[in-house]
C-alpha cells in the first residue's frame, strides 16, 4: 500500500506542494531537452540526406569545441577561434566525403554506421593527440555568451534561470530556424531533400551527391560546434562528454530519424520525462534512473510506431 | 589470415618479453607505472603520472638511485579501463616488478588476487579497497596514508565539530556510481546509526558524469545539511557547478581527496569559493624535494609536464608523495634485506615497516609535506593523515590541522569486511602480526 | 593446385553436408587445433597466454554469439556486453549457492540465464527493425548495466559493489581463482570455446540455422513460405545470448578473475559487434578472424615501439592506437565490407586456382 501510494500519489502531492521547485525541474529539463534536440539535430541532418546512422557526432562536438578553446589557449582572439573552427569542421566534412562517404556508395546502413564508429575512434585519439586529455573551460564570456542568472519568485518560491540555460535554448531555436529556412528556400536546401527522397533520381536531374554529402556533414558540423559550446559551457569540455551523445539516440527513436521536428519534440519528450522521473520516482529504484528511462519511453513509443513519432512510414514490399 | 596476425602477434610479443628481460639484466629496481592519460579521466590522470615519474627521475638524475642502484620505469597506459589495467599488470610483472600503483579502485580490485599468488604487492595510495588495510588478512595489499573509510570517518568528525555537532543533521552523499564512489557507504551507514544522523545518497552515472541537474535537483528538495562528495575526473567540476547554481552553501560542500584538484576547481573559480576538500599531501613547489624535481627533471625538458605551473598543484603533489613512499619502502626493505637490488617480497617487508616521520620527511627535502605515515604489520592504512584544505577562489589553502579518523570503530568495520572478503576463498594466504 | 577438391568422390549424403568436406579443411582444422592445444601451451609465454589467447578465446566466443543474431538473423544488437554480464553474475549466484559444483557446469548453465533475459529484450524485435532495434537493445544495454550496480544481491552485497571470483576446483585441478595455473584457466577456456563452436556449426547448418538465414533475407518473405518469426527471431536470441552469457562468464571466472560493471559497459557491446562486422558477417571463421583482429592488433601496436626501441610515451602510444585502429576499421569496410572472412574465402579460392588466373 505505501509502495503504491509513493508511485501513484506521493510524486503529485510533492508537485503540488512545491511548485516552484516542480517549474524549477520543468526548466531543467526543457533546457535538457534542447541540447539533446540539438546532438539528434545532428543525427537527422545527415541520417536524411546520405542514410548514413553518424555515431561521431558526439565526438564531433567534443572536437570541435576542444578546437575553440584550444586555439584561444593558443592566443588566438576568441571570435577568430570560432571561424576557425568553422573552417576545421568545413574540411572534416571534406575529409570524411572524400575518403570514407566516397568509397563506399551503395553499403549496407551498417557498414556505414561501423565506419562512423571507426571515424569516432579516429578523433578520439586525433583530439587527444593534439589536445591532451585534460579537461578545458569553454570561454563562455569571451565568446558573449552571458554567465550569471536570475531569480524569479514564483508561488512563494525562486527559480532559478541560468543566463547560458537560456542562451543555449535560443541558439537552438535559431539553428532550427535556419535548418528549416535552409532545407525550404535555398537551391542546395531543395537538392538535399530530393537526394534524401530518392539518391538515384537526384543523381540522374544533375545533382551531385558528393557536394551534398560534404554540405551536410558540414552543417553537421555546425551543428556539433553548437552543441559543443553549450554543454562545455554548462559543464566542460573533456572527453567524458561525448557520451552525452548517446542520449540523442533515444530522442531519435521518439522523433523518427529522418525527421527535424522529431528531434526537437522528442528531445523535449525526453528532457523533461526524465528529470520529473528521476526527481519525483527515481528514490523509490535507488536513483540514477535516468541513464536508461529514456530508452525505455522510446521503447514503449516504438511498439506503437515503429517509425517514430515523425518518420516516415515504414512500407515493405516483398 | 588468422595464424598470421597470431604468430606475428606471438613474434612480436616474445621479442618485447626477450627486449626487456635483456635490458633489466643489469641491476635496477623495477617500478611499472599503471597510468591514464587518455579517456574520459585523463584530466585526473595525467598531474598524478607525472608527479610520480618526475619525483622517481629526480631521484636517478640526482642521487644515481636508491643506495646507488637506479630506478628502471615502465609507462603502461590503462585508460582507468580494468581490463587494459590487467594487461598492463601482465605485461611488466615478469620483468622483476616491486610494486603496482594501480591508480583505479576497478584495477586494484582486480590485481588484489593476484598479488600474492605473484608476489608483488600493490600499493593503492588513498584508494581501492578499504578492507585490503587490515594486514593480518591482505599481507600484500597497502593503502597508505588512509582508506577511504579512515577519510569518511575524518570528514564526519570534521562535521560533527561544525555547528553544534551531526545528531540530527541530514547529510548529502553524492558519489561516482562505480566501486570507487560506493565503497565508503557500508561505513557511512554505520556512523549514520551511531551518531544519528541522516543519509541521503545521490548516485552520478558514469554517463551522467557532465550532466547531473537532476541530482541537484533531488539535492534542492532534500536540503541536507551538509554535502560529502566521493567523485573524480568531469563529475567534480559539474558538480560543483551544479551546486554552485542551486546557490548550495560551498562551505557546508565537502569532497573527499579525489575531489578536490586544482583542474576540478579552476573552471568554476570564484563560485566555489569556500568548497572543502580533503587531502594528504601540501600543495605547492616550495619544497627543497620539489625544486630538486624542477632543476633536475622539468627544466631539463625530461618530464611530460605541460607547463612548469603544474609542479606543485594537487594531484601534481599526490603523484610524488606516492612515488616518495615507494622510494623510502625500497630504502626500507634494502636495509632490512641487506640486499641492493630487492624482490616483491622483500618489497613487502619495506612497506610494513616504512616510516614517514615528520624528520624524515624534512630529510627528504619535504618539511610539513604531509602528516607522518607509519607502516606496521597489522594495520596497512596507517590511518592518519588527513587534513582539509578550502578553495579561496583562486587557490587551495590548507585549513586544518591533521583530523584523525574514528580509528577503533573503523578498526573494527574494516576487520569485519576483510572477514568476509577472505571467507570463501580456502587458500588465502594471510599473516599473524606480532 | 594447393587446394582441390578434385578426386574426392562424396559416396553419400552425409559426406556430402559435412561440416568440412574437403580433405585439405580438415587437416587444416586439426593443424589449428593441434596449435591451440598443444604448440601455444608449451611454448606461449604467460603474457601470451594470459593476455592474448584467453581474452581472444573469450570474445571470439562472444563474436559468434553476435554473429548468430546480427550476421544470420540480421538483428542487430548493442546490447550483448550486458549480455556477457548476465552470465557473469548469474555464475557468481550460482557457484555461491552450489558451491561444490563443478564450476564448468555451472558457466555453461548461466547461458540459459542471459538467454532468458536476451528472449526479453528480442521480443520487441518482432515489431521493431534496423536502427530502431539497435537503439531497443541500448535501453537492455543500460537498464542492465543500472540493474547490475543497484541490485545489490547480484553481487553478494559486496561492499566493493564487485563481484569477485572464489576458487572452485575441477577434477582435483584449481580453475578459478587467483591460484588457478595459467595453463588450466586456458585448457578449460578453449575446450568449451571448441565444443561451442562446434555446436554452433551444427545450429546454423540445421533447420533452425536455415529459418534464421531466411529470417535475415527477407522476413516477409519467409514468413509467407512457412517460417515462422516469432520463433525465429526469439530462438536466434535466446541461442545468440547464450553464447554471449557463457562468454561473459568465461571472461570473469577464467581471465579476470574480478568484475565491475564497467568491464560489461556498452564499449564492449561496441567491441564485439566491431569483430563481427570486421570479421564477417555470417561467418564462423569470421568470428575468430574479427576477434583476433580487433583484440590483438592494439597489443601488437602497443609492443611495436618498445622493439623498435622508439622513446614514445606510452599515452601518445594509446592515442596513436585509437587512430589507427579507427582508420584500419574504415578501411576495411571500404576494401572488404565483407569482413576478413571473404579475404579468407577470396584467398582459398586463389589457391584452388593457381598458378591460373581463373
Known sequence: ?318 | ?434 | MFYREAGQYKTSYKEDSAIFPILQDRIAIWFYLAVAFVIIPLFGSEFLINSVMIPFLVFALATIGLNILTGYTGQISLGHGAFMGVGAYSTYKLVTYFPDTNVVVLILLSGFFSAAVGMVFGLPSLKIKGFYLVVTTLAAQFFLEWAFIRIPWLYNYNDSGAIEVPQREVFNIIVTGPDASVLSRYFVVLSIVVVMTWIASNIIHGRIGRSWMMIRDMDIAAELIGVRPLFAKLSSFAVSSFYAGVAGALMVFLWLGAAEVESFDVNVSFQILFMVIIGGLGSLVGSFLGAAFIWILPIVIRAVPRIMGMDINASTVEQLNFMIVGALIVLFLIIEPHGLARMWAILKQKLRVWPFPY
Open chain 2, 1 to 434: 589470415m588468422f595464424k598470421k596476425i597470431t604468430m606475428g602477434a606471438v613474434a612480436v610479443t616474445l621479442a618485447a618479453t626477450l627486449q626487456v628481460t635483456s635490458a633489466s639484466a643489469g641491476e635496477s629496481l623495477y617500478v611499472p607505472q599503471l597510468s591514464y592519460r587518455t579517456g574520459p579521466f585523463a584530466a585526473g590522470g595525467t598531474p598524478i603520472a607525472n608527479g610520480f615519474g618526475d619525483y622517481l627521475a629526480m631521484i636517478n638524475a640526482r642521487d644515481g638511485g636508491i643506495n646507488g642502484v637506479p630506478i628502471k620505469t615502465d609507462e603502461c597506459e590503462t585508460g582507468y579501463n580494468s581490463q587494459k589495467g590487467v594487461e598492463c599488470y601482465e605485461a611488466t610483472k615478469g620483468k622483476g616488478a616491486l610494486v603496482y600503483n594501480p591508480y583505479s579502485t576497478g584495477i586494484t580490485l582486480q590485481l588484489i588476487p593476484k598479488a600474492p599468488v605473484d608476489k608483488i604487492p600493490v600499493f593503492s595510495m588513498g584508494y581501492g579497497l578499504s578492507a585490503a588495510a587490515v594486514g593480518e588478512k591482505f599481507p600484500w595489499t597497502f593503502n597508505y596514508p588512509a582508506t577511504y573509510w579512515d577519510q569518511m570517518s575524518s570528514i564526519i568528525k570534521f562535521i560533527d565539530s561544525q555547528d553544534g555537532g551531526i545528531k540530527g543533521k541530514k547529510i548529502g552523499f553524492i558519489y561516482l556510481d562505480v566501486g570507487y564512489g560506493r565503497e565508503p557507504i557500508p561505513l557511512l551507514d554505520i556512523l549514520s546509526k551511531k551518531m544519528g544522523f541522516k543519509v541521503v545518497k545521490f548516485p552520478v552515472g558514469v554517463k551522467e558524469m557532465q550532466s547531473q541537474s537532476s541530482q541537484w535537483l533531488n539535492v534542492r528538495k532534500e536540503r541536507p545539511d551538509w554535502m560529502i562528495m566521493w567523485g573524480w575526473g568531469a563529475m567534480n567540476t559539474t558538480a560543483i557547478k551544479e551546486a554552485a547554481k542551486i546557490r548550495y552553501p560551498m562551505d557546508h560542500f565537502i569532497g573527499n581527496w579525489w575531489s578536490g584538484a586544482d583542474v576540478d576547481l579552476r573552471p568554476v573559480g570564484a563560485a566555489a569559493k569556500g568548497y572543502r576538500s580533503a587531502n594528504m599531501a601540501a600543495s605547492g613547489a616550495d619544497f627543497p624535494a620539489i625544486q630538486d624535481v624542477l632543476k633536475y627533471v622539468v627544466d631539463k625538458g625530461k618530464s611530460q609536464v605541460k607547463d612548469r605551473s603544474e609542479v606543485g598543484t594537487v594531484l601534481y603533489n599526490r603523484g610524488l608523495y606516492n612515488a616518495v613512499a615507494v622510494v623510502e619502502a625500497i630504502r626500507a626493505a634494502q636495509k632490512l634485506t641487506g640486499k641492493k637490488v630487492i624482490d616483491g617480497s622483500d618489497m613487502r617487508l619495506g612497506f610494513e615497516n616504512l616510516d614517514l616521520s615528520a624528520e624524515r620527511m624534512k630529510e627528504i627535502g619535504l618539511p610539513n609535506f604531509a602528516l607522518p605515515i607509519k607502516g606496521s604489520c597489522k594495520n596497512h592504512g596507517s590511518g592518519g593523515a588527513i587534513f582539509l584544505q578550502q578553495w579561496d577562489g583562486k587557490k587551495w589553502v590548507r585549513t586544518s590541522d591533521g583530523i584523525t579518523p574514528m580509528t577503533d570503530l573503523v578498526r573494527a568495520a574494516l576487520v569485519k569486511a576483510a572477514d568476509k572478503y577472505v571467507a570463501d576463498k580456502p587458500g588465502w594466504q594471510t599473516q599473524t602480526c606480532k
Open chain 1, 1 to 318: 500500500m505505501d509502495f503504491l501510494y509513493s508511485v501513484f500519489i506521493g510524486p503529485f502531492i510533492d508537485m503540488a506542494s512545491a511548485p516552484d521547485f516542480l517549474l524549477q525541474v520543468l526548466w531543467e529539463g526543457f533546457v535538457a531537452g534542447t541540447l539533446y534536440s540539438l546532438i539528434a539535430l545532428g543525427f537527422v541532418l545527415i541520417f536524411k540526406a546520405s542514410g548514413v546512422f553518424n555515431f561521431a557526432q558526439g565526438i564531433m562536438a567534443v572536437f570541435a569545441a576542444l578546437t575553440l578553446v584550444g586555439l584561444y589557449e593558443a592566443g588566438v582572439p576568441a571570435y577568430l577561434a570560432l571561424l576557425i573552427t568553422i573552417g576545421i569542421m568545413a574540411l572534416l566534412a571534406v575529409g570524411v566525403e572524400r575518403l570514407i562517404l566516397r568509397h563506399m556508395v551503395n553499403q549496407d546502413e551498417i557498414i556505414l554506421f561501423m565506419a562512423t564508429i571507426g571515424l569516432s575512434y579516429f578523433l578520439i585519439g586525433l583530439g587527444e593527440l593534439i589536445f591532451g586529455g585534460e579537461t578545458k573551460s569553454m570561454i563562455t564570456e569571451q565568446l558573449g555568451l552571458p554567465t550569471g542568472s536570475t531569480t524569479v519568485d514564483v508561488a512563494g518560491g525562486i527559480v532559478i534561470l541560468q543566463h547560458i540555460d537560456i542562451a543555449a535554448a535560443v541558439i537552438a531555436v535559431i539553428m532550427v530556424v535556419a535548418l528549416a529556412v535552409f532545407f525550404n528556400i535555398t537551391r542546395i536546401g531543395r537538392a538535399l531533400r530530393a537526394v534524401a527522397d530518392d539518391h538515384q533520381a537526384a543523381l540522374s536531374v544533375g545533382i551531385s551527391l558528393n557536394q551534398i554529402w560534404a554540405i551536410v556533414w558540414f552543417a553537421a558540423g555546425i551543428v556539433a560546434l553548437a552543441t559543443g559550446i553549450m554543454w562545455g559551457a554548462r559543464s566542460d569540455v573533456s572527453f567524458a562528454l561525448q557520451i552525452v551523445a548517446l542520449k540523442a539516440l533515444p530522442v531519435l527513436m521518439l522523433g523518427g530519424f529522418t525527421s527535424i521536428p522529431g528531434a526537437i519534440v522528442g528531445g523535449l519528450i525526453v528532457g523533461f520525462g526524465e528529470k520529473l522521473f528521476e526527481v519525483y520516482w527515481g528514490g523509490l529504484m535507488g536513483g540514477g534512473v535516468e541513464g536508461w528511462f529514456a530508452y525505455v519511453i522510446a521503447l514503449i513509443f516504438l511498439l506503437f510506431r515503429p517509425q517514430g513519432l515523425f518518420g516516415d512510414k515504414i512500407i515493405e514490399r516483398v
